[in-house]
């Protein structure tokens, strides 16, 4: 969705338009012509600056720079070089983001954010529970930790060549402090959003953001509000 021109609503007024040509959707079930108007409705101020596209690669990272949108990083990425890793390769898709932005918009791009496992054990029960979840994800990739009811996910951990899953981080906190403090993605990022594992139950991610707020986030460099 491109960004609004001021005095281009279809009453004359200076209210932006939130009328846009689709280039894919489907409303109610229904396929739409390429083409088609979308008219997005109740009109909502400042939605545009709040919104985030979600890349998967450098070339999606670079159009949501081009159609002025944020951008989140995902968890599984795809057009990595050979030998390139997942941080690395992240690191990269930022940057290109960056890049795309100031050349189109002559300003610096919004805060941009990733998303990471981030798990401190602060015993040695959790520790062998997060070790356990990361095999899992590194075997079954997507399909690891699904909730009962969960649907069958559409990326199998046999991925193919240049797609690549986000590494978790667990261990002690300060081992995993330090390997997140030493990842060039992360380090890359303005804002990280933590991916819990989806079968953890409501207690188990409490106590997780709990230990991570005060034994690994104070050393990132954040502080409660």
Same mark, same amino acid.
């Given at each position: 969705?491109?960004?609004?021109?001021?005095?281009?609503?279809?009453?004359?007024?200076?209210?932006?338009?939130?009328?846009?040509?689709?280039?894919?959707?489907?409303?109610?079930? @229904?396929?739409?012509?390429?083409?088609?108007?979308?008219?997005?409705?109740?009109?909502?101020?400042?939605?545009?600056?709040?919104? @985030?596209?979600?890349?998967?690669?450098?070339?999606?990272?670079?159009?949501?720079?081009?159609?002025? $949108?944020?951008?989140?990083?995902?968890?599984?990425?795809?057009?990595?070089?050979?030998?390139?890793?997942?941080?690395?390769?992240?690191?990269?898709?930022?940057?290109?983001?960056?890049?795309?932005?100031?050349?189109?918009?002559?300003?610096?791009?919004?805060?941009?954010?990733?998303?990471?496992?981030?798990?401190?054990?602060?015993?040695?029960?959790? @520790?062998?529970?997060?070790?356990?979840?990361?095999?899992?994800?590194?075997?079954?990739?997507?399909?690891?930790?699904?909730?009962?009811?969960? $649907?069958?996910?559409?990326?199998?951990?046999?991925?193919?060549?240049?797609?690549?899953?986000?590494?978790?981080?667990?261990?002690?906190?300060?081992?995993?402090?330090?390997?997140?403090?030493?990842?060039?993605?992360?380090?890359?990022?303005?804002?990280?959003?933590?991916?819990?594992?989806?079968?953890?139950?409501?207690?188990?991610?409490? @106590?997780?953001?709990?230990?991570?707020?005060?034994?690994?986030?104070?050393?990132?460099?954040?502080?409660?509000?």
């Amino acid at each position: 969705m491109r960004g609004p021109r001021p005095g281009a609503g279809s009453s004359g007024s200076s209210q932006p338009s939130t009328e846009r040509p689709c280039t894919s959707s489907t409303v109610r079930g @229904r396929a739409l012509p390429v083409g088609t108007p979308i008219r997005v409705t109740p009109h909502s101020p400042g939605l545009r600056g709040r919104l @985030r596209h979600g890349a998967a690669s450098a070339g999606s990272a670079s159009e949501a720079a081009r159609l002025g $949108l944020g951008l989140i990083v995902g968890t599984v990425l795809r057009g990595l070089e050979p030998g390139e890793s997942f941080p690395q390769y992240q690191a990269r898709v930022i940057e290109t983001y960056r890049t795309t932005w100031r050349a189109e918009r002559g300003t610096e791009a919004p805060p941009v954010a990733v998303a990471a496992s981030i798990l401190p054990g602060t015993t040695a029960a959790l @520790r062998e529970t997060y070790a356990a979840y990361d095999l899992q994800r590194r075997t079954e990739g997507m399909a690891a930790s699904r909730p009962r009811g969960a $649907l069958e996910p559409v990326i199998s951990a046999d991925l193919p060549d240049g797609t690549s899953i986000s590494p978790v981080h667990h261990g002690d906190p300060d081992s995993v402090a330090a390997a997140v403090l030493a990842d060039p993605g992360l380090a890359a990022a303005d804002e990280i959003v933590l991916f819990l594992p989806p079968a953890f139950g409501l207690d188990a991610n409490v @106590r997780l953001i709990t230990d991570l707020a005060r034994e690994v986030a104070p050393a990132l460099g954040w502080a409660p509000g």
